[in-house]
Every structure is written in structure tokens, then in C-alpha cells.
């Protein structure tokens, strides 16, 4: 069974820094490519980014450019985003998702960040 | 970016009736290999999304045959055959085709 579970949300201040964590089991995860997506509260799904199996190719959008940072271990079924410089519209739940044919087939319960002072 | 947008927003439906909602892009999605990666989500309240259907049509297996998906180009749509009490929550169309890729506004079924 395919399981995708993340970790390390909580409370940050603005312009503070926080990593989350996706430990992923049930698939061999150094072939997949994985994504991380979010979700500010009330409100629709927005991609982060994604990185290649090998984590060669990393991709992110425009509004965490600069600031967020994808990595994996594969020797340790793990997935990780590194975010800096936080601000408030950042505030979100986390989705660490797997990449499948263009799509998203493998979801996480979610990890919820907040920014505020 | 490649805008989606899903219509309508909010849709109240009687429990056995059908139910469409429509996606559309701001340009094509079909991608270079020829495949459309437009896939619909279903996100039941308080829960993760869940895939249903990927490049356009292609149901996820577990879920029920009530679901389908259709379309081409820029239009695309969800229908559900007859509503069932499970299926209330939000429904994404996602497009995949052009990075970023991007998310529709999510249309909301509720049971009238």
C-alpha cells in the first residue's frame, strides 16, 4: 500500500524558515518523481514544485522561486521542502503528492504551516 | 500560465440525478507527445484530494463507473451519472501539460 505521510508544519514567524518531511513507503520511490502542493486554508490547490527521481531536474513556481527548496533522499524514501524567507500567504497545508503519468495519483494527509507574528 | 477554469463554482444536486461540471484552459493542453494530462480530483471535506480520472478519461481504478470524464483541446468535463451522498466535496481540474502546471478553482457538489 502506497503511503505518503508528512512532517514538520507548525507555527513560524514571518521571514522565518521550516522544513517538511514526506516519508514515503509501499513504491520504489528513487524512480518516481514527486511533487510538493498546497493548500491555504478555505481555498483551491496550488502546485509548489516537483523533482526528478535521481534529483537532477527540480522545478518550482514563480511565488516560491528563490525561497523554497525541494530535496529527496532516496536512500531513505524521504522527501523534503525547504522554505525560507516565509510570509504570511505562504500559510498552507502541505502535500507531499507522487508524479505519475503527468499526474498526481499518490497523496499525503497534509502538513500544516502557518506564518505569523 | 495556462489559466483553468471551472464552472459552474457551487452545485446542488438531487441524490440520484446527474451532475456535470466543465473545465476549461486557456490554451491547448495537448502536450508534445500527444497525450492531454488533464486529470480530475476529487477532495472530500476534511480529507486529501484523490485522483478519479487522468489524461481526460482514464478512471482510476476503485472508483466508481458513475464517474466520467471527457473532452478535448481546451473543454473538458466531469460527469457523475447519479449523484450518491459520498460523492459531496470539491472537484479540481488540473492540467499537466504546461509548467506551471495549474488548478482550477474547484467546484463545490452539495446535495440539495
Not at chain 1, 21 to 37: E, I
Not at chain 2, 20 to 41: A, E, G, K
Not at chain 2, 60 to 73: M, T
Request: net charge neutral; with cysteine.
Amino acid at each position: 500500500e502506497v503511503q505518503l505521510v508528512e512532517s514538520g508544519g507548525g507555527l513560524v514567524q514571518p521571514g522565518g524558515s521550516l522544513r517538511l518531511s514526506c516519508a514515503a513507503s509501499g513504491f520504489t520511490f528513487s524512480g518516481s518523481w514527486m511533487t510538493w502542493v498546497r493548500q491555504a486554508p478555505g481555498k483551491g490547490l496550488e502546485w509548489v514544485g516537483y523533482i526528478k527521481p535521481d534529483g537532477s531536474e527540480k522545478s518550482y513556481v514563480d511565488s516560491v522561486k528563490g525561497r523554497f527548496t525541494i530535496s529527496r533522499d532516496n536512500a531513505r524514501d524521504s522527501l523534503f521542502l525547504e522554505m525560507n524567507s516565509l510570509r504570511a500567504e505562504d500559510s498552507a497545508v502541505y502535500y507531499c503528492a507522487k508524479l505519475d503519468w503527468n499526474s498526481l495519483n499518490y497523496w499525503g494527509q497534509g502538513t500544516l504551516v502557518t506564518v505569523s507574528s | 500560465d495556462v489559466v483553468m477554469t471551472q464552472s459552474p463554482l457551487s452545485l446542488p444536486v438531487t441524490l440520484g440525478q446527474p451532475a456535470s461540471i466543465s473545465c476549461r484552459s486557456s490554451q491547448s493542453l495537448v502536450h508534445s507527445d500527444r497525450n492531454t494530462y488533464l486529470t480530475w480530483f476529487q477532495q472530500r471535506p476534511g480529507q486529501s484530494p484523490r485522483r478519479l480520472i487522468y489524461k481526460i478519461s482514464n478512471r482510476d481504478s476503485g472508483v466508481p463507473d458513475r464517474f466520467s470524464g471527457s473532452g478535448s483541446g481546451t473543454d473538458f468535463t466531469l460527469k457523475i451519472s447519479r449523484v450518491e451522498a459520498e460523492d459531496v466535496g470539491v472537484y479540481y481540474c488540473m492540467q499537466a501539460t504546461h509548467w506551471p502546471y495549474t488548478f482550477g478553482q474547484g467546484t463545490k457538489v452539495e446535495i440539495k
